[in-house]
């Protein structure tokens, strides 16, 4: 048995707990992980709130799409992207539904190598929102000596959009408060505080204008103030104000109703983020570690959308 978080009805964070689940020996192409980090998203906690369903025979709900940790057992044909997979691997698994857990049992396509130069918690908090900045970045489009508007810079998909824009050789104006901007200069983004005036703040730092744009937050500022500056709305893509960004003609970017859920994109971008952070390219930071036992906790956290970074799950 393993401790898991679950969701036991709809609503908020208060419908979580832990409770104990069988883990079963992984067939053929599976491999069994101790979890040692699992990264939290917003994706988690809608799961739960009833924005896709509020269906009974769902529950309860198990929690979670990734996690490092060190490979238990192998199925006889356990081979991931990277290759083979062995027990004692460490590993990061993306997609991993169920991931809040002690253990976990996962297909080997989802296992890749964990890069040694990140602790466990830069690890289980990697993939998700790196696999959307990379998914973004090539919807929109951009290329060396572009400008692109970061909105929601300091969040945990932003800070990782914005270190693979500098790499691109693109200029990055990145919306955060101003308590974030010195982390986001040592990036190399220029930082601009959002709110009232914020495409006057925008215009005067890339007075040559705005190519592409990123909504990463949601909010009705972050598409307005992209159509505004920038020409092709083409080039301007939401990972999370569908209503708005649907209105504006703009892309909407995962699994909601004409949405592009970019799968190849992102099972391709799983490699390609190990590599750049193995190679000491990629600043993962972690606004904060929660016990399993206080995914609650680390629930309102997010929700709350304050956070620099990402917030992990430890056993």
Not at 253 to 266: A, K, N, Q, S
Not at 270 to 295: C, F, K, N, S
């Amino acid at each position: 048995m393993s401790e898991a978080v679950v969701a036991g009805a709809y609503g908020g964070p208060e419908v979580l707990s832990v409770i104990d689940v069988a883990v079963p020996e992984p067939e053929p192409s599976q491999v069994r992980i101790t979890v040692r980090a699992a990264g939290v998203n917003p994706f988690d906690y809608k799961v739960y709130s009833g924005i896709f369903g509020a269906d009974p025979e769902r529950l309860p709900l198990r929690l979670g799409v990734e996690a490092a940790g060190v490979v238990t057992a192998v199925g006889a044909d356990a081979v991931g992207p990277a290759g083979p997979i062995a027990v004692g691997d460490e590993v990061i698994a993306y997609h991993a539904p169920g991931a809040y857990a002690a253990e976990l049992v996962v297909p080997a396509s989802s296992v890749v190598p964990k890069p040694v130069a990140l602790s466990w918690e830069q690890a289980g908090g990697l993939l998700a929102a790196g696999v959307t900045a990379v998914h973004t970045l090539e919807t929109i489009g951009l290329s060396k000596g572009e400008t692109v508007l970061i909105h929601g810079a300091a969040g945990g998909v932003g800070l990782v959009a914005v270190q693979l824009a500098v790499a691109r050789g693109a200029t990055v104006v990145a919306t955060a408060s101003r308590a974030k901007h010195d982390l986001l200069q040592e990036l190399g983004a220029m930082p601009v505080v959002y709110g009232p005036g914020l495409a006057d703040r925008v215009c005067a730092m890339a007075p040559e204008g705005v190519h592409a744009a990123a909504d990463l937050v949601g909010t009705d500022e972050a598409v307005d103030v992209s159509v505004e500056l920038v020409p092709d709305r083409l080039r301007i893509a939401t990972i999370a104000g569908y209503e708005r960004g649907a209105r504006a003609g703009i892309k909407l970017l995962g699994g909601v109703p004409g949405g592009d859920p970019g799968t190849e994109i992102r099972e391709a971008a799983r490699l390609q983020l190990t590599e750049t952070a193995a190679a000491g390219r990629m600043h993962i930071v972690i606004a904060d570690a929660y016990p399993l036992r206080e995914a609650a906790a680390a629930h309102r956290e997010i929700k709350a959308g304050h956070t620099t970074g990402k917030i992990v799950l430890v056993p």
